[in-house]
């Protein structure tokens, strides 16, 4: 199987920046994604990892070191629109539809 | 249009009901999934289907029953559900597999089995 972790909270003020960590146990391991969802929305994709390194997607920003297992997911300029939950997600060689989620992290933007 | 829908958005029935979740996509995408989702947890993938053929079940009790009449139309059978079942259920689309193509989520259904 795989497991997955990260934060289960983070509060930030707005404008600030937040990085959510996410460590992964699983074999044959294929990409990183994250997905936001709101209260009583459905999640949407920000980002997919599949080799080490940064990508940048506006003021979001995730990365990825398959040697340690890791990924990072950063929110740069916080806005209040950004308090949501935030989910790692990871698939497999083995079986490439399947996402398997992280328990997610709830972001809250202050004023 | 990269919308998936689903209807209804709220559903009550008993145990002994059988009801049905629809979910549509018009991308042109290949795979289709359901997912359960509890309050304050990850979704959890329910099944995956692939050019129309079920190619994922995550062990879901029999009372769900999946169906795919076509490329863009999902369906989600429910029979002789449990209190336990209520939950926002979830469909989703992607291009191709999963690790590399984005899942477009549709808005859900709210489920309450009484």
């Known amino acids: 199987g795989q497991s997955l972790e990260q934060p289960s909270e983070v509060t930030a003020v707005e404008g600030a920046i937040v990085q959510i960590n996410c460590t992964y146990q699983?074999?044959?391991?294929?990409?990183l994604s994250w997905y936001q969802q709101h209260d009583g929305g459905a999640p949407t994709f920000l980002s997919y990892n599949a080799l080490d390194g940064l990508e940048e997607t506006g003021r979001f920003s995730s990365f990825l070191s398959r040697s340690d297992s890791y990924g990072y997911l950063l929110l740069q300029e916080l806005q209040m629109k950004d308090s949501a939950s935030y989910f790692c997600a990871v698939s497999l060689r083995s079986n490439d539809y399947k996402l398997s989620f992280g328990a997610g992290t709830t972001v809250t933007v202050r004023a | 249009d990269t919308e998936v829908t689903q209807t209804p958005k709220h559903l009550v029935m008993g145990m002994t009901n059988k009801k049905s979740l629809k979910c549509e996509q018009h991308?042109?995408?290949?795979?289709m999934y359901w997912y359960k989702q509890k309050a304050k947890k990850p979704p959890e993938l329910m099944f995956v289907?692939?050019?129309?053929?079920?190619?994922i079940n995550e062990s879901v009790p029999s009372r769900f029953s999946p169906e795919c009449p076509n490329s863009s139309l999902l369906n989600l059978h429910l029979h002789a559900l449990q209190p336990e079942d209520s939950a926002l259920y979830l469909c989703?689309?992607?291009?191709?597999?999963?690790?590399?193509?984005?899942?477009?989520f549709g808005p859900g259904t709210r489920l309450t089995v009484t």
């Open positions: 699983t074999s044959g391991f294929y990409g």
């Open positions: 989703a689309s992607s291009q191709e597999g999963s690790g590399s193509y984005e899942q477009y």
């Open positions: 991308m042109g995408h290949r795979a």
């Open positions: 289907y692939s050019y129309e053929k079920l190619s």
